[in-house]
T-cell receptor, first 111, second 113 residues
Framework: QKEVEQDPGPLSVPEGAIVSLNCTYS??????FMWYRQYSRKGPELLMY????GNKEDGRFTAQVDKSSKYISLFIRDSQPSDSATYLC???????????FGRGTSLIVHP | DSGVTQTPKHLITATGQRVTLRCSPR?????VYWYQQSLDQGLQFLIQ???????AKGNILERFSAQQFPDLHSELNLSSLELGDSALYFC????????????FGSGTRLTVV
């Protein structure tokens, strides 16, 4: 079992839909949780960062962490075709700064 | 442009050969990280350098090595290449001590034939 599990998709949604992307993990030492977005032929870019449990909102994006269930989510409201990309979750244990990445979920938002 | 520069963008080489990938970190960043991204393994951490010194090591093969120079640019050397080494290789940089906020380059796509 990998430390971080993420469904590779693809997830195809119509424009304007609410998108839910998820990761599960097995290492209870993870304390920092991040979401990266990766466009084709580009490197990942940091979207959201949260520490421990709770929610964080940034515009159309909401990151949610449930440490008791070892489950994190990224919600995208009013999805746009420009949101089409691969979304990778990443997690860092306390005392470290090297993240473990999920394999990424491919999202396609069609007009 | 993320500020992290990787060259070359594409590389095609034969099995058994050796290649060098280059990375210039974002201005002010002292740490450089190398990652390998493949379809089956996802993004795998290889190695980190901080201000010229090796700081952390991940799943890096013995055939691979890296170094960081005084001007902070870094090189990843891959030798005795195998077909399975075909992947995207990313460099990222960060300010030391940050536990988030990697800035990635656009990667080098290596194809071993």
């Amino acid at each position: 079992q990998k430390e971080v599990e993420q469904d590779p998709g693809p997830l195809s949604v119509p424009e304007g839909a609410i998108v839910s992307l998820n990761c599960t993990y097995s290492n209870s030492a993870f304390q920092y949780f991040m979401w990266y977005r990766q466009y084709s032929r580009k490197g990942p870019e940091l979207l959201m960062y949260t520490y421990s449990s709770g929610n964080k909102e940034d515009g159309r994006f909401t990151a949610q962490v449930d440490k008791s269930s070892k489950y994190i989510s990224l919600f995208i409201r009013d999805s746009q075709p420009s949101d089409s990309a691969t979304y990778l979750c990443a997690m860092i244990p306390g005392g470290s700064y090297i993240p473990t990445f999920g394999r990424g979920t491919s999202l396609i938002v069609h007009p | 442009d993320s500020g992290v520069t990787q060259t070359p963008k594409h590389l095609i080489t034969a099995t058994g050969q050796r290649v060098t990938l280059r990375c210039s970190p974002r201005s002010g960043d002292l740490s450089v990280y190398w990652y390998q991204q493949s379809l089956d393994q996802g993004l795998q951490f290889l190695i980190q350098y901080y201000n010229g010194e090796e700081r952390a090591k991940g799943n890096i093969l013995e055939r691979f090595s890296a170094q960081q120079f005084p001007d902070l640019h870094s090189e990843l050397n891959l030798s005795s290449l195998e077909l399975g080494d075909s992947a995207l290789y990313f460099c990222a940089s960060s300010v030391e001590g940050q536990s988030y906020g990697y800035t990635f380059g656009s990667g080098t796509r290596l194809t071993v034939v």
